[in-house]
């Protein structure tokens, strides 16, 4: 059973549409991370969230941490073929040790023109 | 390029070789993790390095898996007796000692076993 669990598991959509990724947990992190991950290679840091109800923008990606910190989204608007790839949410519990980091099983998204 | 750096990238063995993996992290960053990914799931923590002390180790980390960070830089991951469970991608990361847990990760060495 993983911690961090998203959905949906898999998403395609047109370019142009939005799309919305979750990752739940009945856990409380005191930190959570998004990665993006292309085939072969490693995950690539989009952003951390801290704060309860925080919501940050890189772009067209917008990201929000649960007011009780279990739990984020991310959002991405008129969604482009470069934003394919594998989506990952991670986490640091709070009773947690040393930094290491749970992860979800990823969400597939693919953009086609 | 100043990112999270690993060799080889890609290892084919037979089963029963032993296999070592290196990886150099980004410079001022102390804290180093190993993690083992397959096809369809996150990562999975294996183990951690504050310098050159290894502080924890999963259980997924078997006897015949062994770390090192002998001079706190750079880390090395042996797998003795590899088995064709040990298929995955081999992925490291680094952090700075003062951030929100952010750690970057290396490119990964994808290693099959036959």
């Known amino acids: 059973t993983q911690l961090l669990e998203q959905s949906p598991q898999f998403l395609s959509i047109q370019e142009g549409e939005n799309l919305t990724v979750y990752c739940n947990s009945s856990?409380?992190?005191?930190?959570l991370q998004w990665y993006r991950q292309e085939p072969g290679e490693g995950p690539v840091l989009l952003v951390t969230v801290v704060t309860g109800g925080e919501v940050k923008k890189l772009k067209r990606l917008t990201f929000q941490f649960g007011d009780a910190r279990k739990d984020s989204s991310l959002h991405i608007t008129a969604a482009q073929p470069g934003d394919t790839g594998l989506y990952l949410c991670a986490g640091q519990p709070l009773r947690g040790s040393w930094g290491k980091l749970q992860f979800g099983a990823g969400t597939q998204v693919v953009v086609t023109p | 390029d100043t990112g999270v750096s690993q060799d080889p990238r890609h290892k084919i063995t037979k089963r029963g070789q032993n296999v070592t993996f290196r990886c150099d992290p980004i410079?001022?960053?102390?804290?180093l993790y190993w993690y083992r990914q397959t096809l369809g799931q996150g990562p999975e923590f294996l183990t951690y390095?504050?310098?050159?002390?290894?502080?924890?180790k999963s259980r997924l980390l078997s006897d015949r898996f062994s770390a090192e960070r002998p001079k706190g830089s750079f880390s090395t991951l042996e797998i003795q007796r590899t088995e064709q469970g040990d298929s995955a991608m081999y992925l490291c990361a680094s952090r700075r000692e003062s951030s929100y847990n952010e750690q970057f990760f290396g490119p990964g060495t994808r290693l099959t076993v036959l």
């Open positions: 856990s409380v992190f005191s930190s």
């Open positions: 410079s001022e960053h102390n804290r």
């Open positions: 390095f504050q310098n050159e002390a290894q502080l924890e």
